[in-house]
């Protein structure tokens, strides 16, 4: 995984074959290149580690003296004042580079100059002049980076495992994470399945102090920073702005000389960005995969062909494909999220093949749709904060992704000795981590929520596992972009009345094609939509035929194609013999999956198996 890593030693000792063991750890293919430097004197080691596309320049760049050097992966945007700022201090840039840039402002305007940047990336800054390392990331935490402080020593990498790698680091389970990813199927906050290593939170600052041997981490940028919205603007300054916005940040990134795709699905997101990317730099491929015949699969095709996109696609016929696939995909994500989400894997090969970045739609949705206010649309009632947090908590359990164990499940689940030592564990740490969301409305409140604790924590996840195979743009992350639409009235964005605004104004070719959601279409034109709808309820009667919503079919893939996979898992000596779970009831989990009598169970199994497939790799 792409990213920067090393550690610096309050003892001042350098341990190379650490550093070597992480650079082993973080090389996850052919392609993978990893740089490292180290400086004896000072205990510092550094290290850059990316595919070959992004941020390839030699690192780290270091300072004139060399007392400081500079680790960095990602890209800046709109950073065109910035280098004119510097020019006009007589400090002119030589190489161009990112880190290089990343240098300059630092020795020029202190550490501060991180709220100027704008991009997706993470950076390391070693200054030996002061003893001091400063590691930050981008405004939504996009690239990740785990750390650890113990025994004198800060490390810090893109995956837990090259933390791990240390022998002197206990390996301890963090039972309130456990809890989360049973209950949740994800992490909260900046926990991670070890206690002692975090996630570096989104927009921070991370300071390490050698001398005293202290750590702070810190935001540099948050959500209560988002600008009021313009007293006089309409609904309609919101779409046409939104659009304007929309299309510069998709101009941004489709510069260069970078090959375009897009993973096209038959939602939203996906062919917005193919719709304006197709007019800027065509032609923009696209990759769809899914069940033969789902909507996703049948519409993606639809709206390629009106695009003249060349498109792609990859039909998973049978669930046989997962085992194949789900050890590396554990190796990426580190058991993050289920190996449910492992989805593109048969399309990751070939799709290097044929681009070298992904436009994709992650938080699209979330921002132009307000999904998370529209889908826990109850929570906007919440008279207190209390209330609130009932309220979230079970959209947690039930909504934002396959409906997890009740609370009678949880308890049964676990054996009798073990249950006291995670009981209340997911409520308590939701309740406490969304004390830390207090701005704003509960609409806002809870879209800032989701934005980190589903998005960043969750679906992101999906990217960073391609990201493996080649990289990603984040069109709707734009800050300006984000900055104006969470300004604005929650009831613009509900039910996609902003989304579709946008969308018609800005490629109205694609709304002549139904969502997967719906199949409805999604022009404007009230009397088109009303007379498709009356013809597609008509097929419906005459010929009983429903396209499948949902590109995966997880829970019968696991039925018919890995029930003996998961049955071994699940049942090993290796697993009962750890005393978490009680086995006749984790027995009458299974077979309730596997008796096909009810849906969505697939919720309260897939993490059981990641979680134990987690610790097989990175705790045994």
Not at 78 to 93: C, M, Y
Not at 358 to 372: P, S, V
Request: negative net charge; proline residues 4%.
């Amino acid at each position: 995984m792409s990213g920067v890593f090393g550690f610096i030693d309050s003892q001042k000792q350098i341990l190379s074959d650490h550093i070597l063991r992480m650079s082993r750890r973080l090389r996850q293919s052919e392609w993978t290149r990893i740089q490292t430097w180290s400086d004896d004197q000072s205990g510092a080691a550094l290290g850059q580690v990316n595919i070959g596309l992004f941020s390839t320049d030699v690192q780290p760049f270091c300072s004139e003296d060399g007392a400081v050097a500079v680790v960095f992966f990602g890209e800046l945007y709109h950073v065109e004042g910035l280098r004119a700022r510097l020019a006009a201090d007589s400090r002119p840039l030589r190489l161009g580079t990112e880190a290089e840039l990343v240098l300059r402002l630092y020795e020029t305007l202190g550490a501060g100059f991180i709220r100027d940047l704008e991009g997706v990336f993470v950076l390391a800054i070693w200054d030996g002049r002061q003893g001091q390392l400063l590691v930050a990331n981008d405004r939504f935490g996009l690239v990740p980076l785990y750390y650890a402080h113990y025994d004198g020593k800060l490390v810090f990498a893109p995956t837990v495992g090259a933390i791990l790698t240390d022998r002197r680091l206990k390996r301890e389970l963090d039972l309130t994470a456990m809890a989360q990813f049973i209950r949740f199927q994800r992490l909260l906050g900046d926990r991670t399945f070890f206690d002692g290593v975090h996630l570096l939170p989104y927009a921070s600052q991370l300071r390490y102090d050698q001398s005293g041997d202290t750590v702070n981490v810190a935001h540099y940028w948050d959500f209560d920073q988002i600008p009021a919205w313009p007293e006089k603007a309409t609904f309609e300054d919101a779409v046409v702005e939104s659009g304007r916005l929309l299309r510069r940040a998709v101009e941004a990134r489709t510069r260069g000389d970078f090959r375009a795709g897009v993973y096209l699905s038959g939602g939203l997101d996906s062919r917005t960005l193919l719709g304006i990317a197709s007019q800027i730099a065509s032609p923009v491929v696209s990759l769809t995969y899914g069940v033969p015949g789902c909507r996703d699969v049948l519409y993606a095709e639809r709206i390629a062909k009106r695009l003249k996109s060349p498109h792609y696609v990859f039909p998973l016929t049978d669930g046989s494909w997962v085992q194949d696939e789900v050890s590396f995909h554990l190796e990426v994500t580190e058991g993050f999220v289920t190996w449910t989400h492992c989805h593109a894997a048969t399309t990751l090969r070939p799709a290097r093949d044929l681009m070298d970045v992904n436009l994709t739609g992650f938080y699209g949705d979330q921002l132009l749709g307000a999904r998370a206010s529209s889908r826990a649309r109850s929570t906007l009632g919440a008279i207190d904060d209390m209330d609130f947090v009932a309220r979230m908590y079970e959209h947690f359990v039930r909504d934002f992704s396959w409906p997890g164990l009740t609370e009678a499940e949880e308890k049964l689940l676990f054996s009798q000795e073990f249950y006291p030592r995670i009981r209340d564990q997911a409520f308590d740490s939701l309740a406490q981590g969304l004390a830390a969301f207090c701005c704003g409305d509960n609409g806002h409140r809870l879209e800032y929520i989701t934005s980190v604790y589903h998005c960043t924590r969750l679906t992101n996840m999906n990217c960073v596992y391609q990201r493996a195979f080649f990289e990603a743009r984040y069109p709707f992350c734009d800050y300006q972009l984000v900055d104006w639409v969470y300004s604005m009235p929650i009831d613009y964005r509900l039910d996609d009345r902003l989304y579709l605004g946008v969308i018609n104004r800005e490629v109205p070719r694609v709304t002549w094609v139904p969502r997967d959601a719906d199949e409805q279409l999604l022009t404007d034109h009230k009397i088109v939509r009303e007379v498709q709808g009356m013809l597609q309820r008509a097929r419906r009667r005459l010929t009983g035929l429903d396209h499948r919503a949902i590109h995966e079919d997880p829970e019968g893939w696991l039925r018919r194609d890995l029930g003996a996979w998961a049955e071994d898992l699940l049942f090993a000596p290796r697993t009962l013999e750890r005393g978490f779970y009680n086995p006749v009831f984790l027995r009458s989990l299974f077979d309730r999956q596997m008796s096909g009598r009810e849906v969505d169970t697939i919720g309260k199994i897939a993490p059981i198996m990641t979680y134990e497939m987690m610790l097989r790799r990175l705790y045994d």
